[in-house]
């Protein structure tokens, strides 16, 4: 099926990969201007929602993420790094700064951000995980789809959007959303895959990030390129993400059973030093968070 480039707007996009996922086919597309990946044919919006049920966060179904609840304390380590460094970096003057977290699961980096003197609210998908965030943050705070939500001009101080930007359908109309919602000196903050850094490009299709859920896959550059085009003045790259090496060991124990799991530290460590070495675009990991500040 020809697709266009959700991007640049390139006609002229050609199959890369076939993905042979153990519970589903799906093939890669690129655009030759801008190298923007993609899932071509898209799923529809009805198997999206399917997408993410109970299901999603329990294990049980073909594509799944962890449900959050069972180590708030342990993932608090991270969320809280991560809305302290959020708010040092706004540049606007607001006594209590609104943050939206698009795609807020059960809410745990809200919480984070609530304690941390923001007023927070959410876009979740999925009515599993947003009936719970509503028990911690109140009716009205969660809305299931960010243009339905119909937010002010310049409403927030702070964006977020961690792991997500991969899952959209039309990522290109949810940045110019973003940066339509953002006060003149907010921040956005997004996190996804860098497919142009080495272990990516070395991985090709074998590449873990190429999941059914995930329908496009960016790069610094086109990142860049599609943020400073919408209007954001300045953008910050950082790799493999915004905040430190502690949080991260401290939110990997969640998932240990002995002490013989501590040597997962190991490759934790190894990962994150290898992340730290890049030269403008060319980074030897695939990690990477972003601050785009309007
Ligand atoms: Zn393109």
């Given at each position: 099926m020809q697709a266009r480039c959700n991007f640049c707007g390139s006609a002229l996009c050609g199959q890369k990969y076939k993905i042979e996922h153990p519970y589903s086919h799906f093939d890669i597309y690129e655009c030759p201007d801008c190298k923007l990946l993609f899932q071509n044919p898209l799923p529809d919006k009805k198997s999206l929602l399917k997408m993410y049920q109970?299901?999603?966060?329990?294990?049980?179904?073909?594509?799944?993420?962890?449900?959050?609840?069972?180590a708030f304390p342990a993932y608090s380590k991270v969320w809280k790094k991560r809305v302290l460094k959020l708010k040092k970096n706004l540049k606007t003057q607001a006594?209590?700064?609104?943050?939206?977290?698009?795609?807020?699961?059960?809410?745990?980096l809200l919480e984070n951000a609530l304690g941390a003197g923001f007023d927070p609210y959410g876009i979740e998908i999925s009515d599993y995980s947003r009936q719970y965030s509503e028990t911690l943050l109140g009716k009205g705070k969660v809305f299931p789809d960010l243009?339905?939500?119909?937010?002010?001009?310049?409403?927030?101080?702070?964006?977020?959007?961690?792991?997500?930007?991969?899952?959209?359908?039309?990522?290109?109309e949810s940045l110019e959303e973003v940066y339509r919602i953002l006060k003149k000196g907010g921040v956005f903050l997004i996190q996804t895959a860098n497919m142009e850094g080495l272990?990516?490009?070395?991985?090709?299709?074998?590449?873990?990030?190429?999941?059914?859920g995930h329908l496009y896959y960016f790069s610094r550059q086109n990142l860049r390129e599609k943020l400073f085009k919408i209007g954001f003045q300045k953008i910050k790259f950082f790799h493999p993400v915004e905040f430190g090496l502690l949080p991260k060991l401290q939110k990997s124990k969640a998932g240990f059973h002995s002490c013989k799991d501590y040597w997962k530290w190991?490759?934790?460590?190894?990962?994150?030093?290898?992340?730290?070495?890049?030269?403008?675009?060319f980074c030897l990991t695939s990690s990477m968070a972003v601050y785009a500040w309007k």
């Open positions: 109970e299901d999603y966060y329990t294990g049980s179904s073909s594509f799944s993420y962890e449900d959050e609840r069972k006594l209590k700064p609104k943050i939206l977290d698009i795609g807020s699961s059960f809410g745990g243009k339905e939500a119909s937010f002010q001009d310049s409403f927030f101080d702070a964006v977020s959007m961690i792991e997500v930007i991969e899952h959209l359908d039309n990522p290109s272990q990516a490009k070395k991985l090709k299709e074998k590449y873990h990030y190429f999941l059914p190991k490759n934790i460590i190894s990962y994150h030093l290898k992340s730290l070495f890049h030269w403008n675009d």
